[in-house]
């Protein structure tokens, strides 16, 4: 009897990993569907900050409501592997001489807390990670090297993993961009993205990454010998899924973009996808953020053979109402890349919690294949 219950389990093991590799056959890149982290670096903000920043906000413009900003994230690797978080947000903002963030202005305005924050790291020239300058800028990594990094260790030590979308917002702006008011208080402009910041993206990812870039999904690979990438995702030639773990994908807007596509047409050459629109060359990635209003659009880009980010909720609005109207719109729409905020819930708002039904790591996708659970 034992015996027999030995043989049973290892012909149910067995067909458990054939299962897998089939599927891993068959589907491809475009055919899952994840769950992203947004700002995913970022820290929530002290109550000292907030409770100033509500007092000034009709003077930080219309997308810096403190409220919009009272959230914050764990360290990547406790997202990917306590809450299944496959895919990342990381706000990178140029600084070529470094120094340019090593202040923090608003703190000039708020009873015990200093304007120079100390880290000797934001003195560096390089990239850095922060969500809006002078004003929402508590990160767990300070630079986007240091991102990077603890990004690409996870995902060695998990060789196995489902493919990692990163998204990449290039961000230009500060509050002194918002008024004369701000810049007679002292608040900067921010640093435009020019042909060498475009090109210093590249070669940060390539010092972390190595420059073969193997554990990279890039658009000279998917390309292939498809002319553009519209080309390739409408003729539904992304890579499949066994060829796609353990790997990991740089999704790029934001106020970089045009730079970053000068002399690359079809980012040929380059090093990370644009989010962009169908029948550009470069189009192979699209965002649609409203997954309520642009579902029905959103199914039609997917069943075309592109990649959709949308959100699940958007400036902690949804957890505070515990609205799941987005995220379930999100889910059915087919958007392979949901991003949102509240992987795990927030309970001074309420119970709000993005995750599939089934709380795997990501899911077959449920318009261009069939809705089922994925591991790792």
Known sequence: MLRMLKHLFTLLFLSFVFAIYSQDNTLRLNQIQIIASH???????????????????????????????????????????????????????????GGFYYKRKINAFIHGLKQKSGVEELKQPGL???????????????????????????????????????????????????????????????????????????????????????????????????????????????????????????IMEGGAVDSYLVNHTALKGRVMFVYSEPGKPEAAFVKRNDATRDKEKIKDLVKHGYIIRTRSDAETWEARKNDYTDMNNAFESGAQITSTDFYQPDLRFSTFQVKFPDAGAGRKNVINSTGEALTE
């Open 128 to 250: 850095k990670v922060l969500h809006i300058k002078d004003v929402d800028y508590e990160t767990n990594y300070y630079t986007f090297k240091q991102s990077l990094v603890a990004l690409k260790k996870w995902s060695d030590e998990h060789p196995n993993h489902l493919p990692m979308f990163i998204n990449i917002e290039s961000k230009d702006g500060a509050p002194g961009d918002e008024s004369g008011l701000l810049r007679f208080a002292g608040f900067k402009r921010g640093i435009k993205f020019d042909l060498a910041q475009c090109d210093s993206i590249d070669s940060e990812i390539k010092s972390v990454f190595g420059n073969e870039l193997k554990g990279l999904i890039t658009p000279d690979a998917v390309r292939g010998n498809f002319t553009t990438l519209d080309e390739m995702a409408t003729k539904n030639a992304w890579p499949l899924l066994n060829e796609s773990r353990g790997k990991v994908v740089f």
């Open 39 to 97: 700002n995913s670096y970022k820290k929530r903000p002290s109550e000292k900050e907030i409770k100033f920043l509500l007092k000034v906000k009709d003077k930080l413009g219309k997308e810096n409501n403190p409220i919009a900003l009272d959230y914050g994230h764990l360290p990547f690797d406790s997202q990917f592997t306590y809450f299944n978080v496959r895919g990342l947000e990381i706000d990178i903002n140029p600084d070529p001489k």
